[in-house]
Structure formats: structure tokens, C-alpha cells
């Protein structure tokens, strides 16, 4: 039973435009949510996080939105580049460091 | 250190056999995290840590996997008589707060 739910395991996007990775759970409890990018043969990095009291944070060209009532919430990178091609894993958390539960990740390519 | 360190990088093994990972937390943070990433993607938590203590062991396979994260050493997990399904990458992650940080991983090759 996935908690944590990445619908679209790959997504390509033209340099330049907006990427919109997307992520689902089902655990109303969780209290933070976080993505990270993933290169080959490399540990994942964090990139952005949002707690569950807030419904935007925006980084640079990362943004995530949160929709509590819908359990969703999205990646935006804006403008994509070709770096930014990785896997992205969305993950959540409930409150006082637990552990993180993984979606299954969506590999982003940003062509040329 | 500014990373999280995980020696080694690969680690081959006979069925059996006795496999140790260590991990290196970024200097001042609490807690630390071992997960297993099996089927390419999935993440699996194992066990944290809070300083020397054990926080969370839900994860754990008791049998023949343990843990120790002791004053002024590396983390380390041990798996004792490795299987073929033990075969993944394993993660360390540290934390000060609620952003965790992985570091590179070892893969282990269970033969």
C-alpha cells in the first residue's frame, strides 16, 4: 500500500519551458514534504521542502505547491535545463524526525 | 564533515557472508538514517539513530541485520549471513531538522 505516489514515472520537457512533476499521498498525518534529484550512482539530494502549514515555497527556479484537501502536491522548475535531467523523488514525513516514505520517482528529461 | 561519507562504494559478497557499510554524518546533526534502495527505485527505511541511541528500528529485518552509531566513530550496518535479496544500495541520511541528507550509498552485490 503506497503512501506516496508518483503517477508518472518519466515526463520530457524542451529547455527553457516549465516542468511539472507531480505527487499523491494518502497520509493526512504527514506534516512535511520534500523533493529531491536523484543522478545515477549518486545519493539523492534535497531540493525543496514545504510544511503542511503552508501551500507555496519557491527557491530559485523550484517551486513546490501543496493542495492539502487534494493530497497532491507539485514540482515546478522554471526555466528547465538540460542539468536539471535526473529522477525526482517526491517523499514525506510526519513530525519529529521519522523516517522519510519515498515515492517511486519520475525521471525528468530536459532536451536541448 | 560538509557530506555525508559512505564507505565503501561497492561491496561484493558470497552468500553467507558477513557484509559492514559506514556512513559519516554531517558534523552537528542528531539524527541519522539507514535505507535500503532495492527494484531500482524504492526506498526502503531501515533503522534511525539519534546520537548513539536508537530512534527507530521499525524497519529492521532482526535476524541478521544490526546497527551501531557510536561516539567519535562511523555509523555502521551489518548484515550477518548475507542473502541474494540483501543485493541493493544502501543510503545513509543525516538530519538537524526535518531535511534529511543522503550520502553517495553502497551498493552490495550478494552473490
Known amino acids: 500500500d503506497q503512501q506516496v505516489k508518483q503517477n508518472s514515472p518519466s515526463l520530457s520537457v524542451q529547455e527553457g519551458r516549465i516542468s511539472i512533476l507531480n505527487c499523491d499521498y494518502t497520509?493526512?498525518?504527514?506534516?512535511?514534504f520534500l523533493w529531491y534529484k536523484k543522478y545515477p550512482a549518486e545519493g539523492p539530494t534535497f531540493l525543496i521542502s514545504?510544511?503542511?502549514?503552508?501551500d507555496k515555497n519557491e527557491d530559485g527556479r523550484f517551486t513546490v505547491f501543496l493542495n492539502k484537501s487534494a493530497k497532491h502536491l507539485s514540482l515546478h522548475i522554471v526555466p528547465s535545463q538540460p542539468g536539471d535531467s535526473a529522477v525526482y523523488f517526491c517523499a514525506a514525513s510526519f513530525s519529529g524526525n521519522t523516517p522519510l516514505v519515498f515515492g517511486k520517482g519520475t525521471r525528468l528529461s530536459v532536451i536541448a | 564533515g560538509e557530506e555525508v561519507a559512505q564507505t565503501p562504494k561497492h561491496l561484493v559478497r558470497g552468500e553467507g557472508q558477513k557484509a559492514k557499510l559506514y556512513c559519516a554524518p554531517i558534523?552537528?546533526?542528531?539524527?541519522v538514517f539507514w535505507y535500503q534502495q532495492v527494484l531500482k527505485n524504492e526506498f526502503k527505511f531501515l533503522i534511525s539513530?539519534?546520537?548513539?541511541?536508537?530512534?527507530?528500528e521499525t524497519g529492521m529485518p532482526k535476524e541478521r541485520f544490526s546497527a551501531k552509531c557510536l561516539p567519535n566513530s562511523p555509523c555502521s550496518l551489518e548484515i550477518q549471513a548475507t542473502k541474494l535479496e540483501d543485493s541493493a544500495v544502501y543510503f545513509c541520511?543525516?538530519?538537524?531538522?526535518?531535511?534529511?541528507?543522503f550520502g553517495p550509498g553502497t551498493r552490495l552485490t550478494v552473490l
Open positions: 539513530f539519534q546520537n548513539e541511541n536508537v530512534f527507530d
Open positions: 558534523k552537528g546533526h542528531s539524527y
Open positions: 514545504i510544511s503542511s502549514i503552508k
Open positions: 541520511a543525516s538530519s538537524q531538522g526535518n531535511e534529511q541528507f
Open positions: 497520509n493526512s498525518m504527514f506534516d512535511y
